[in-house]
């Protein structure tokens, strides 16, 4: 790979906001209709890190909560992954941090963090503050809103400034 | 780099052995640079013709990293930059890395529409599921005001039940007194002690007494430290218009005058050497105007004090004791402790403690500054921002107060580790996990008492 393109890959439960995060990020937009990811979406954004230009190959998996061979396949070469949860939904968040496990089986050395999507709606969550602040404990943990923004590009920066 | 329609050999015997029609394929072929060397196949039906080599050269080395040049790797259902939904078959062909994309669009609607259904029903169940909780959670809160309200109003028929208990029949008059007096909030701000009201009764008597010659007892029963809520410049009037009437009738005789706090009544009974007689019983039983009666100061005096008996729904009677008569004049009163807070805070010992405000509008509320001011405390008025999360957690503040239309920051501090107390204070209560990330929530009238109680527990 040239010297500054990096794939990273979204994983992440169905309907968490894995595409609608990508959506936010590389094209400032946000759709309120679910529209579900089969196989995987390839997308591209250019940014500045610390080491300078970057291309981020972004690779969004169709929604799971477990990888099968074909989603592992996708995972190969990764350097960054970003789990994705639905702070709604407190399922998810298990199933991210299962996702997380599995995924290391391909890709152990890839920087992760753990996005958990739906802030705008934190009237409706299940994920506690304290649970969040347990989780911190172990990875680096963003709330976000692909509807209103929040935390979206601070959570794609912060991966890419990890990445060597 | 080449352009074609027709597939190469090798791609189209690949393709009839998958039984698809080459119609439905493009193939890219890169060198070991990932110059792009020929497209061919279906490059419009997927289209690829508005990619440019370098660009298509740069994407396929960024899809292809971590993947074999070699071993004829496939990655089905891929949804390209440019919208098309590929399964890419990868080969080598001679020196070359062939990718051989396999139009998928046509499938992709139907298994869309199957995986989406699917889907969606699994997120209607759990939405079913939260409205359920909601719809409990609701049904538990209204029963848990309910029940609240219960207690309080049990408590004040409690106290009304024992104050009126505490009236005897000739007292009944007091009844709606008492019940208007419950009406009253802690915070009236007219308390006197007993001993105060004792201390202002003595100074009317030395100032009326002056050179008279009566013998004047004054004997007060109750507890000076006992707190009463009334109006203290009435209580005067009233018991310097008693004794004036008193020392007007009985010029040379002995008087005693004795106060007496019996809950839920204030009692002056006053007794003297002479009798009221009928017309003067008039004046104070009717508080008929002096006019009416005989130009005599002493029932001038009495009209007065029945005008302000009325006034005061107060209640006077008379009757003979020995060769003494007694007037006895009761006025209803609660006993309340004064507004503990100001006084409390004083004493908390809540110096040193820090205290931020994230309020909208911190100042507006000159009582709950005030009483922070009294409390000793060490409190800051911050904006409310973003960067309050930061800055609480690298200041770490003993507690940080919020608006509760902000009160997703407090969420935001808790689960980034703010081990500090958090209180949201106005009128929205917070619900679920924001409600959950609090210690508390307070209007700003009981803010203060909270911090008292809670900050001197906190290390």
């Given at each position: 790979m040239s010297e500054r393109t990096r794939k990273i890959c979204l994983i992440g439960?169905?309907?968490?906001g894995k595409t609608s995060l990508v959506s936010r990020f590389v094209s400032q937009v946000f759709s309120e209709k679910y529209l579900t990811t089969v196989g995987v979406k390839i997308d591209t954004k250019q940014l500045q890190t610390a080491a300078g230009d970057l291309k981020l190959v972004i690779w969004d998996l169709a929604g799971k909560n477990a990888l099968d061979a074909v989603r592992l396949n996708y995972l190969?070469?990764?350097s960054g992954l970003m789990i994705v949860a639905d702070g709604?939904?407190?399922?998810t968040v298990r199933s991210a941090l299962s996702l997380l496990q599995q995924s290391r089986q391909v890709i152990p050395d890839a920087q992760s963090l753990l996005l958990v999507n739906k802030f705008d709606l934190i009237a409706e969550w299940e994920v506690s503050a304290a649970a969040l602040a347990e989780l911190r404990r172990a990875l680096t943990v963003f709330q976000c809103?692909?509807?209103?923004?929040?935390?979206v590009e601070a959570a794609f920066q912060t991966l890419a400034d990890r990445m060597p | 780099m080449s352009t074609s329609d027709a597939l190469p050999a090798r791609l189209s015997r690949y393709l009839d052995q998958l039984q698809?029609?080459?119609?439905k394929a493009a193939a890219l072929c890169f060198n070991a640079e990932w110059v792009l060397q020929r497209r061919c196949g279906a490059c419009a039906q997927l289209q690829?013709?508005?990619?440019d080599d370098a660009l298509l050269g740069d994407l396929f080395r960024a899809i292809w990293?971590?993947?074999?040049?070699?071993?004829g790797e496939q990655l089905p259902m891929m949804t390209l930059p440019n919208g098309a939904v590929v399964d890419v078959h990868q080969m080598a062909l001679g020196d070359q890395v062939a990718f051989l994309l396999i139009d998928r669009r046509s499938e992709l609607a139907e298994r869309q529409a199957l995986q989406q259904a699917e889907q969606e029903a699994h997120l209607e169940v759990h939405a079913q599921r939260r409205r359920q909780r909601e719809t409990r959670a609701e049904l538990s809160r209204v029963q848990s005001a309910l029940q609240a309200a219960e207690r309080r109003n049990t408590a004040l028929l409690t106290w009304l039940e024992w104050s009126t208990r505490l009236l005897g029949p000739e007292q009944s008059w007091a009844a709606p007194v008492l019940r208007r007096a419950a009406?009253?909030?802690?915070?009236?701000?007219r308390f006197r002690s007993f001993g105060e009201l004792c201390e202002e009764f003595r100074l009317e008597l030395a100032r009326q007494r002056g050179s008279r010659r009566q013998n004047v007892r004054l004997l007060f029963e109750g507890h000076p430290a006992q707190t009463v809520a009334c109006d203290p410049a009435s209580l005067r009037h009233l018991f310097a218009l008693a004794l004036a009437q008193s020392l007007e009738r009985n010029a040379h005789g002995d008087i005693d005058i004795s106060v007496a706090l019996n809950l839920p009544l204030l009692q002056l009974r006053i007794g003297d050497e002479l009798p009221l007689l009928a017309r003067e019983r008039l004046c104070l039983w009717d508080?008929?105007?002096p006019e009416r009666g005989d130009d005599g100061r002493s029932e001038r005096l009495l009209a007065l004090l029945g005008m302000e008996l009325k006034r005061l729904q107060a209640r006077a009677t008379w009757r003979s004791v020995g060769s003494r008569g007694e007037l006895t004049i009761s006025l209803a009163c609660i006993d309340t402790d004064p507004n503990q807070i100001t006084q409390s805070l004083k004493n908390?010992?809540?110096?040193?403690r820090t205290v931020w405000l994230a309020l909208?509008?911190?100042?507006?509320d000159p009582v709950l500054n005030a009483q922070l001011d009294a409390s000793g405390a060490q409190w800051t008025a911050l904006a409310l921002q973003a960067a309050l999360v930061d800055t609480a957690l690298r200041d770490a503040p003993d507690c940080v107060v919020i608006d509760s239309r902000h009160a997703k920051l407090a969420f935001e501090l808790r689960s980034r580790g703010y081990r500090g107390l958090l209180v949201s204070l106005g009128p929205l209560l917070p619900t679920g996990v924001v409600a959950g990330a609090l210690d508390s929530h307070c209007d700003s009238s009981e803010l203060c008492a909270w911090l008292v109680r809670n900050l001197q527990r906190t290390p």
């Open positions: 439960d169905f309907g968490v190969k070469g990764a709604t939904r407190e399922s809103s692909a509807k209103t923004g929040e935390g | 698809i029609s080459p119609t690829l013709e508005a990619l990293t971590g993947y074999s040049r070699t071993r009406g009253l909030e802690v915070g009236v701000p508080g008929l105007s908390a010992g809540l110096r040193g909208t509008d911190p100042k507006a």
